[in-house]
Nanobody
Framework: VQLQASGGGLVQPGGSLRLSCAASGNILGINSMGWYRQAPGKQRELVARLTTGGSTNYADSVTGRFTISRDNAKNTVYLQMNSLKPEDTAVYYC???????????????????WGQGTKVTVSS
């Protein structure tokens, strides 16, 4: 299973960006998909998460500015980021909790998968 993230870049304060992350490979099911971020010198933190059932949770710092959505048919999760602030600068990682076949064991198991990260820089 691979997660391919895209959409990062340089934006001015107050601007918007939309991140995308597509999951591909031997996917039997996805429970949840989400976005985390890691700023220089800081720990990785949850930004937003969305379950298959539609439940969402957001970091307090992005509530009201960021919106997570998902296209279940495409196994893709999006993060619409509005009113960006310099403190939103970080590498953003997508994450998915995926049911996939463990070929060695011959059974389906749930695993956490991570994308490669996409850098978001908010600066004037």
């Amino acid at each position: 299973v691979q997660l391919q993230a895209s959409g990062g870049g340089l934006v001015q304060p107050g601007g918007s960006l939309r991140l995308s992350c597509a999951a591909s490979g031997n996917i039997l099911g996805i429970n949840s998909m989400g976005w985390y971020r890691q700023a220089p010198g800081k720990q990785r933190e949850l930004v937003a998460r969305l379950t298959t059932g539609g439940s969402t949770n957001y970091a307090d710092s992005v509530t009201g500015r960021f919106t997570i959505s998902r296209d279940n048919a495409k196994n893709t999760v999006y993060l619409q980021m509005n009113s960006l602030k310099p403190e939103d600068t970080a590498v953003y990682y997508c994450n998915a909790y995926v049911l996939t076949l463990n070929q060695d064991m011959g059974v389906s198991m749930w695993y956490d998968f991570w994308g490669q990260g996409t850098k978001v820089t908010v600066s004037s």
